[in-house]
C-alpha cells in the first residue's frame, strides 16, 4: 500500500529534474507538512479519502513556494507561509480569477501552462482541475458533504494550511 509520505517523498525527488527553484519548492512543503501527517494519521498516512485533498495540498504549497521565490528572486526557505496565505485569501480573490493568477504568474516566469513536458506546468495541470459539480447537477451531488469543490490545488492549500498548526498559522 502507497502511503502518502512516501508519494510526496516520491513527487519531491522527481522534482529535482525540474527548474532552479522547483525540487526546493517541494523540499520544504513536504518538510512542513509531514511531521503533522506522522503524528495526526494512522499506519503511516496510508491513503484514505481526504489524503487525496491533502496530496493536492502538498504539491499547491510546493507550487505556491516556486512562483514566490521566483518571482521575488529569492530563496524558497525565504517565503514565509503568510505570502501563501495571500496568493489565496486576500482582497478581491476568489475561486473564479485565483487559478488565472497563478497562470500569469507562471508565464512571467517562462512556463507555458499548457506545456506538460515542463514539469511545473504539468503539475500546474492536475492542480488547476475544478471538482465543482455543474449547477445542473443532481441536488443530491450539491448535498454530498464528501464531494470535492473548487480547484484542487486552493481546496488542498485550504486543508493543509489549516491543519495541525505545524506551519505556525491558522484561519
Known sequence: MTLLLDDMAARRDAAAEGPHGWYEAWDRSVALLSPGWR????????WYWDNIVRADGC???AMAFYLIAREDNRPVDAVDISEV????????????????????SMRRLGHDPE????????????LRLDNTPPPDAPDEVH??????????FLEGLNLVLRGPSDLGISF
Open 115 to 126: 506545456d506538460s513536458a515542463d514539469p511545473v506546468s504539468a503539475c500546474w495541470q492536475e
Open 85 to 104: 496565505v495571500a496568493l489565496i485569501h486576500g482582497p478581491g480573490l476568489n475561486w473564479g480569477n485565483i487559478p488565472g493568477r497563478w497562470e500569469n
Open 39 to 46: 503524528r495526526g494519521m494512522p499506519y503511516g498516512a496510508t
Open 59 to 61: 504539491a499547491g504549497l
Open 143 to 152: 448535498m454530498d458533504i464528501t464531494r470535492r469543490w473548487g480547484p484542487r
